[in-house]
């Protein structure tokens, strides 16, 4: 059965750093294109970032752009979502979520609705 765990959410100062990690099991992780979105309260969930199968291409919504960074892992089948200079606005749960891509393509999805699974996510929050 398909798994994604994130981790590494918390609590951080406007201005500061956090480092999620999402760690994939019963997929085969080359295969799928992984995501980042989020979730604030009372909002619905947002694209963040999306990384391709192989890592050579990424896209990230407009307000991240510049201040975080998603990568993967295809050893450990981890994407990972490095964040700095956090604003209390991007306060929200985090999920990761996989995308599965037909082989030689790239498909840069940012639609919860083409994802295919998804973790249970990791809170962060940001305070002013």
């Known amino acids: 059965q398909v798994q994604l765990v994130e981790s590494g959410g918390g609590l951080v100062q406007a201005g500061g750093s956090l480092s999620l990690s999402c760690a994939a099991s019963?997929?085969?992780?080359?295969?799928?294109?992984m995501g980042w979105f989020r979730q604030a309260p009372g909002k619905e969930r947002e694209f963040v970032a999306v990384?391709?199968?192989?890592?050579?291409?990424?896209s990230y919504t407009d307000s991240v752009k510049g201040r975080f960074t998603i990568s993967r892992d295809n050893v450990r089948n981890t994407v990972y979502l490095q964040m700095s200079s956090l604003k209390p606005e991007d306060t929200a749960v985090y999920y990761c979520?996989?995308?599965?891509?037909?082989?030689?393509?790239?498909?840069?999805?940012?639609?919860?609705?083409?994802?295919?699974?998804w973790g249970q996510g990791t809170q962060v929050t940001v305070s002013s």
């Open positions: 979520a996989a995308d599965m891509v037909p082989w030689g393509r790239v498909l840069l999805r940012t639609s919860v609705y083409d994802y295919d699974y």
């Open positions: 990384i391709s199968q192989s890592g050579s291409h990424a």
């Open positions: 019963g997929l085969t992780f080359r295969n799928y294109a």
